[in-house]
Nanobody
Framework: QVQLVESGGGLVQAGGSLRLSCAAS????????MGWYRQAPGKQRELVAR???????NYAESVKGRFTISRDNAKNTVFLQMDSLKPEDTAVYYC??????????????WGQGTQVTVSS
């Protein structure tokens, strides 16, 4: 119905940068919220950053000033620029979209996840 494809994860040293991308495709009429969540081993999935169609942006306190979320509405794509990475940022990062489908259903969709590993 709706697919989210993520890219850009990898291994980086502390202090380094990575840029994640997520493209949504399929039976989409519109997307309101798009964002990134992460899950570290043994921990619950948590919000990293999220942006709404009206431009509202929310960040987790732990990433404010280091991560920047942006969005290309025409391409249904969301990006996460991660700078000054820390070992505690190590996690699987998941893309999320709150989409209105062509069946007129508003549903939450998730990507498959991309691993981000920050070495000390």
């Amino acid at each position: 119905q709706v697919q989210l494809v993520e890219s850009g994860g990898g291994l980086v040293q502390a202090g380094g940068s990575l840029r994640l991308s997520c493209a949504a495709s399929g039976r989409i009429l519109s997307i309101d919220g798009m964002g990134w969540y992460r899950q570290a081993p043994g921990k619950q999935r948590e919000l990293v950053a999220r942006t709404l169609a009206d431009g509202t942006i929310n960040y987790a306190e732990s990433v404010k000033g280091r991560f920047t979320i942006s969005r290309d509405n025409a391409k249904n794509t969301v990006f996460l620029q991660m700078d000054s990475l820390k070992p505690e940022d190590t996690a699987v990062y998941y893309c999320n979209a709150d989409a209105l489908t062509t069946d007129w259903e508003r549903l939450d969709f998730w990507g498959q996840g991309t691993q981000v590993t920050v070495s000390s």
